[in-house]
Nanobody
Framework: QVQLVESGGGLVQAGGSLRLSCAASGRTFSSYAMGWFRQAPGKEREFVAG????????YYADSVKGRFTISRNRAKNTVYLQMNSLKPEDTAVYYC???????????????WGQGTQVTVSS
């Protein structure tokens, strides 16, 4: 059974930083492009960042470009999201999921982990 476990969220002041982790178990995701997504209260889940299977290429939603950095450790089956210069509008539950493909930012699987809450105070 596939499991995605996100961690690293918390409460931080505007301008602060957090590093999120996503650990996959049950199968290896080393050959998949991976993505981070987020869902704010009352809003649809949205794409945040994607990384190709080797980790050599990344892309971001315009709202986080220049502030967030996605990376991966294929040997550990783990994906990270470094978030700097956080803003109150970044407040959301953050999730990871493999992407359909690197060029398609839609999630590959319909099942999601529990996510990790990020709250940014002004």
């Amino acid at each position: 059974q596939v499991q995605l476990v996100e961690s690293g969220g918390g409460l931080v002041q505007a301008g602060g930083s957090l590093r999120l982790s996503c650990a996959a178990s049950g199968r290896t995701f080393s050959s998949y492009a991976m993505g981070w997504f987020r869902q704010a209260p009352g809003k649809e889940r949205e794409f945040v960042a994607g990384i190709n299977w080797t980790g050599s290429s990344t892309y971001y939603a315009d709202s986080v470009k220049g502030r967030f950095t996605i990376s991966r450790n294929r040997a550990k089956n783990t994906v990270y999201l470094q978030m700097n210069s956080l803003k109150p509008e970044d407040t959301a539950v953050y999730y990871c999921n493999p992407l359909r493909s690197y060029s398609d930012s839609a999630p590959r699987f319909t099942s999601w982990g529990q996510g990790t809450q990020v709250t940014v105070s002004s």
